[in-house]
């Protein structure tokens, strides 16, 4: 078995993979310090809540945009696990071709959702990822990585909100029944909410012009892309294990 592990701003998402099939998953918060001790008692747990035994676990991959966990992290899985994880990074064979101006700014989450991307759904394909920040990366057919935006996400958005203004709560992000809104926290919904599916729409719109891929698939992932995706016509696919199952599968391609 294989556990893949996304170490996000937000978020740190383990996934258990049988073959091709995700068999579990969980989630810890990034921002709490943890030490190697407690990430193994965490991972320990998942594999018996998923009745898996330690040593089923054959193989172990990390994408990281949180350098400051991975010693506390890859300590832990080399003491519980006694293996040591692929780390996606520079060197790893990944079947995506990265032609932007300077490739190693692409984070390798980006990285992994490309992959999972264009190897599910093929190319052009412009991936999303609402995540702490939304971003939209587009692949060609030919599987070259040429573009990529990066936006505020939902959550900074909102956070900005109630955190820098006076009187503002913080508010539960969600569809507002109406975007004529009638108070106060709907209002903010409202805001945060379409103005998100406009801001996509529009990405999305403008990719298609300056591409001239207007037949180019539209491919959704993250947290909260499902709000997203279910509101607008401009997202084909909302896929909630992307970023798992790209793991998955530059894993599979660089095993020996």
């Known amino acids: 078995m294989l556990l893949v592990v996304d170490v996000g701003n937000t978020n740190i998402t383990f996934g258990l993979y049988d073959k091709k099939e995700l068999t579990g998953s969980f989630r810890l918060m990034t921002g709490t310090p943890r ?8 991972i320990l747990e998942m594999l018996k809540y998923n009745k898996v035994e330690t040593k089923k676990v054959e193989g172990v991959i990390i994408s990281s945009v949180v350098p400051n966990v991975m010693h506390s992290l890859t300590g832990a899985i080399e003491r519980f696990l006694e293996i040591h994880p692929m780390i996606v990074g520079p060197g790893l064979k990944t079947g995506i071709h990265i032609v932007t101006e300077n490739p190693k700014e692409i984070g390798p989450d980006r990285i ?24 939209y990366d587009l692949v060609n057919e030919k599987g070259e990585f040429i573009a990529g935006i990066t936006a505020p996400g939902i959550k900074i958005s909102a956070k900005a909100l109630w955190e820098d203004t006076a009187k503002l709560p913080e508010v539960e992000i969600k569809k507002p029944d109406s975007i004529l809104a009638q108070n106060t926290v709907t209002s903010m919904q409202a805001g945060l909410v379409y103005g998100q599916i406009g801001q996509t729409e529009y990405i999305v719109n403008k990719v298609k012009e300056e591409a001239g891929l207007s037949e180019m698939k539209v491919v959704a992932t993250g947290g909260l892309g499902s709000i997203i995706a279910d509101e607008t016509d401009a997202i084909e696919v909302y896929d909630r294990t992307l970023t798992l199952d790209g793991l998955r599968i530059i894993y599979d391609k660089n095993k020996k």
């Open 35 to 42: 030490t190697s001790d407690e990430y193994g008692a965490a």
């Open 112 to 135: 992994v959702d490309a992959v999972g991307a264009y190897e599910k759904y093929g190319g052009p394909v412009l991936v999303l990822d609402f995540g702490t920040a939304t971003t």
